[in-house]
């Protein structure tokens, strides 16, 4: 599904075929998948952290490695604490001390001091992967790419991520035009900026999914990853040497 698609590298990457390139195509990034170098195997489909990719076989549904337990399900979450999250919190009517869920402890307060309606996931997340819901924040996890910023922002502390991939973006800024700003419009999660005319990365809002090294034309951004979700050995040969294959950034 090109629409839900991200232009990103991981699929190319855990490819062991090297039938999936990524490409730029009068300025905008596009994808193919080559059908006499695919093997069918299925594991684009299960590292795309956008689920964008499905095989099928008579119009069936591939799930092969998924029913012999040799890949991993995708990380959970966000879960959202709502014994911490202030938002559903009931109206202080007074200023007389009232009991705070979010401390855990009586407290002496005003309707002003108290943190009432804090919408900092929804303001934050380039996804708008959280929305208000019977008077609780709730998450859409079809939108969701588990990158940390909620997490990290979170005043109460209420919200646990899971993240796809951990690691570090370098980038460049000498060699990066002035103009141009093709890796951060390409960003999924909004975490790339220009600052004081560097461009940077945000390393909390990162999915590290490398969507930045195809739109850039500089060669000025890398990807590292150095830890890749379900790499615990107790899967298969396939996945390791996938995972394997996107730490290094090479393809097979």
């Given amino acids: 599904d ?4 991200l232009k990103c590298e991981i699929c ?10 990524v490409f730029s195509e009068d300025g905008d990034l596009d994808i ?3 059908r006499a170098r695919c093997l069918m195997c ?10 964008a990719i499905t095989l099928e076989i ?3 549904s591939k799930s092969l490695l998924w029913k012999s337990d040799a890949v991993s399900p995708p990380p959970e979450g966000p879960f959202v604490d709502p014994t911490r999250c202030s938002y559903g ?11 705070c869920r979010n401390q855990g402890e009586w407290v002496a307060g005003s309707p002003d001091a108290c943190p009432k309606n804090c919408l900092t996931c929804l303001k934050g997340c380039k996804r708008e992967a959280f929305r208000v819901e019977d008077a609780q924040i709730a998450v859409n996890l079809e939108t969701c790419l588990h990158c ?9 502390e209420a919200l646990r991520v899971e993240p796809y991939f951990l690691g570090r973006v370098n980038i460049k800024s000498e060699v990066c035009p002035d103009d141009c700003s093709l890796c951060i419009d390409a960003c999924p999660t909004g975490a790339i900026a220009r600052v004081e005319g560097k461009v940077v990365v945000a390393k909390k809002s990162c999915l590290y999914c490398g969507t930045c090294v195809n739109a850039c034309t500089y060669g000025a951004v890398d990807v590292e990853r150095y830890w890749v979700f379900g790499e615990d050995g107790s899967l298969s040969a396939a996945w390791d ?12």
């Fill in 2 to 5: 090109k629409n839900l698609c």
């Fill in 89 to 99: 919190c009931p109206p202080v009517q007074s200023e007389e001390d009232h009991w």
């Fill in 58 to 60: 008579n119009r069936e």
């Fill in 42 to 51: 299925e594991l684009c489909s299960y590292f795309c952290p956008v689920s």
């Fill in 12 to 21: 190319s990457l855990v490819c062991p075929r090297d039938a999936v390139r």
């Fill in 148 to 156: 940390l910023l909620c997490h990290e922002q979170c005043p109460q």
């Fill in 32 to 34: 193919d998948i080559d």
């Fill in 241 to 252: 040497d996938a995972a394997g294959r996107l730490k290094r950034r090479s393809r097979a």
